[in-house]
């Protein structure tokens, strides 16, 4: 739809009264747009325009993910695979600088309005941010490529990284409490009931992932699940540059994975940094937290296990898309 964005409506007055209960900080609440029903900041309405719009480069290269699929460690992986390993640069320049998060102003916009700060000289990561970097550019987003339209057909390299579902709602709760301006307020069961009614935003989970999925075969697009990246990092890494058209010997492979490695990784100060705004206050803790495979056990009860199987297993039925564990109980 050039000029604008599709058609969106309000929250029902049943899901305006979840997020008002569990998003109080969230003063203009969310949206739902077009038939597909992404749920959306209220900001999207006018900032969405130039993210709907937006025409990435033919040498661009994004990684695209719903939120906390093991985003920041492999935005790490494909920089350093596709810039020669060079280390040096990565060390020294925030990965927030290198890989910039297209659309964050959409997320946090409203709230860094409020307080905003005329000493702070951190630059708003938006299209216009990203149009004026210079080639080639390496961006991230959680956008659903419904709503980045020309993404797939620029040609550019695109890495979609998918998490299975039940770790990645704990590590998506967990954030959603500290993130400024939305801050969830409620227990683990009322997010993940709300979570399932897709109400978070970058929801629907599934339509998110499907359609991805159903895109891996292009040429330009890498699909890798964040499970692959932990339990099988080498040859990850090695399915990474063959797609960038670059070869590594073992002794570069065993030093990625060393760099990679979650506790190296998490004391790294280049890419644990939760935001490039001053005002921002997410602990490194909340930002990479356990970065392991089963976590969700800690978290679940087996009331909400079963309940969280049986909303897998109906979104399952139609795809032929499965995840590299077993992280459904068998029967």
């Given at each position: 739809?050039?000029?604008?964005?599709?058609?969106?409506?309000?929250?029902?007055?049943?899901?305006?009264?979840l997020?008002?209960?569990?998003?109080?900080?969230?003063?203009?609440?969310?949206?739902?747009?077009?038939?597909?029903?992404?749920?959306?900041?209220?900001?999207?309405?006018?900032?969405?325009?130039?993210?709907?719009?937006?025409?990435?480069?033919?040498?661009?290269?994004?990684?695209?993910?719903?939120?906390?699929?093991?985003?920041?460690?492999?935005?790490?992986?494909?920089?350093?695979v596709?810039?020669?390993?060079?280390?040096?640069?990565?060390?020294?320049?925030?990965?927030?600088?290198?890989?910039?998060?297209?659309?964050?102003?959409?997320?946090?916009?409203?709230?860094e309005?409020?307080?905003?700060?005329?000493?702070?000289?951190?630059?708003?990561?938006?299209?216009?941010?990203?149009?004026?970097?210079?080639?080639?550019?390496?961006?991230?987003?959680?956008?659903?490529?419904?709503?980045?339209?020309?993404?797939?057909?620029?040609?550019?390299?695109?890495?979609?990284?998918?998490?299975?579902?039940?770790?990645?709602?704990?590590?998506?709760?967990?954030?959603?409490?500290?993130?400024?301006?939305?801050?969830?307020?409620?227990?683990?069961?009322?997010?993940?009931?709300?979570?399932?009614?897709?109400?978070?935003?970058?929801?629907?989970?599934?339509?998110?992932?499907?359609?991805?999925?159903?895109?891996?075969?292009?040429?330009?697009?890498?699909?890798?699940?964040?499970?692959?990246?932990?339990?099988?990092?080498?040859?990850?890494?090695?399915?990474?540059?063959?797609?960038?058209?670059?070869?590594y010997?073992?002794?570069?492979?065993?030093?990625?994975?060393?760099?990679?490695?979650?506790d190296?990784?998490?004391?790294?100060?280049?890419?644990?940094i939760?935001?490039?705004?001053?005002?921002?206050?997410?602990?490194?803790?909340?930002?990479?937290?356990?970065?392991?495979?089963?976590g969700w056990?800690?978290?679940?009860?087996?009331?909400?296990?079963?309940?969280?199987?049986?909303?897998?297993?109906?979104?399952?039925?139609?795809?032929?898309?499965?995840?590299?564990?077993?992280?459904?109980?068998?029967?």
């Open positions: 739809m050039e000029g604008g964005i599709p058609k969106y409506a309000l929250f029902n007055v049943e899901e305006k009264k997020a008002d209960k569990y998003f109080q900080l969230c003063k203009r609440g969310f949206i739902r747009v077009s038939e597909q029903k992404w749920t959306m900041p209220y900001r999207f309405i006018k900032e969405g325009v130039a993210v709907y719009n937006s025409k990435p480069r033919p040498d661009d290269t994004w990684v695209v993910s719903y939120p906390r699929s093991g985003t920041t460690l492999t935005l790490e992986l494909v920089w350093l596709a810039n020669d390993m060079n280390f040096d640069e990565a060390k020294k320049r925030s990965l927030h600088y290198r890989f910039p998060f297209f659309e964050l102003d959409i997320l946090i916009g409203d709230y309005d409020a307080l905003s700060n005329p000493s702070d000289k951190s630059p708003r990561l938006n299209p216009e941010f990203a149009s004026k970097l210079s080639s080639p550019r390496f961006i991230k987003t959680h956008m659903p490529f419904e709503l980045m339209p020309n993404l797939l057909d620029s040609n550019c390299k695109i890495v979609y990284v998918a998490r299975n579902p039940k770790d990645m709602v704990v590590s998506w709760y967990y954030f959603l409490q500290v993130i400024k301006g939305l801050e969830y307020q409620g227990t683990f069961e009322e997010f993940c009931e709300y979570f399932m009614k897709d109400l978070t935003v970058y929801s629907p989970y599934w339509l998110h992932l499907k359609t991805a999925w159903a895109e891996r075969h292009r040429s330009n697009l890498l699909f890798i699940f964040y499970e692959e990246l932990l339990n099988d990092l080498s040859n990850t890494i090695k399915k990474v540059a063959k797609f960038f058209g670059k070869s010997n073992e002794e570069e492979i065993l030093k990625l994975i060393d760099h990679l490695q979650i190296n990784f998490r004391k790294n100060p280049m890419v644990n939760p935001s490039p705004r001053n005002n921002e206050k997410i602990q490194p803790s909340m930002f990479i937290r356990k970065g392991k495979v089963g056990k800690e978290m679940f009860t087996k009331e909400l296990e079963e309940k969280f199987d049986a909303w897998i297993e109906e979104n399952m039925k139609d795809t032929d898309l499965t995840f590299p564990i077993d992280f459904i109980q068998k029967k």
